[in-house]
């Protein structure tokens, strides 16, 4: 509980210790088979968000300590083909700091080095070449109790590496998380939560020249938007379901100094560029 004094403000605090362990065993060239675990220990106001994301969970003098599984796979192939499945990092597009085709475990941009949470996953690549492949993947619910087939995300994606140049192509399909057009209102679920089917295009290319140049770009086909006319409550002009980052960057004569920089465009969403007011961002008065 935090009380507030007027001649100080509110006072808060939180502590966190992690621990990541890994192993990774190859049993041959096209056989391996890995995990990694996070040991936790936390204190103060970042007990409050815990229970979520690590259990079981124990109590003792001056922590809450933790045990979470962040990695579970298994791969097997040859040459030509292989399959993967477990709790993956699926990594898309080349983005430093902004990368938009990178859905399903996107980075932190405060922190590049944070491991993104896993996802449970099905992947089948196939490799025509030696600097080509394709895959075709499934990914979980992020309901781990959904059972009536809501929540699924289906995709093919493709990465092609030249000379200087490397793209990266997506396809992907989510399904809604509960049934299509169902009345989160009358059902009691939150507004935010998805109901309705979006298809997502996705493009990325990297060229190393004399700077290094990117383009990380997608863009999101979202059902009712289409159908309707309408996103977001507002007339649908096309744009909106865009997301494109651009970025350069040079490394100085020596290599002491690193140059990076990134633009990122989020389409309009919910408000409209020339919209001074937030308040369509918001569900309702207080949220």
Known sequence: ????NPDFGEFNWGLNNLLNLRFR???NEYIKFGFSVNINMFAGNLTGTFPFFSIPFYYKSTYIGSFDLERLYFKAGNKYFDIETGLLRISRGFGYIFSPTDLFNPRNPLNAEARPEGKLSFIATFYPSDMWNIQSFIIAPDNPIE???WGFKFGLASKLYLKKVSF????TLFLPDVDYEKDLEAAGLPLTTNNDFTQILGFSMKADI???LFVDMIYRFDHRAFK???YCGKDFRGYEGLEAAIGVDYTLPGG???LLMEYMFYGSGMI???DRKLDSVYINDTS
Not at 1 to 4: G, L
Not at 168 to 171: G, N, R
């Open 1 to 4: 509980v935090y009380t507030t």
């Open 25 to 27: 065993a190859d049993i």
């Open 147 to 149: 059972q009536s087939g």
């Open 168 to 171: 990266d192509f997506l396809y």
């Open 210 to 212: 004399e700077v290094g």
């Open 228 to 230: 309707t006319g309408k």
């Open 256 to 258: 002491g100094v690193y």
């Open 272 to 274: 409209d560029w020339d």
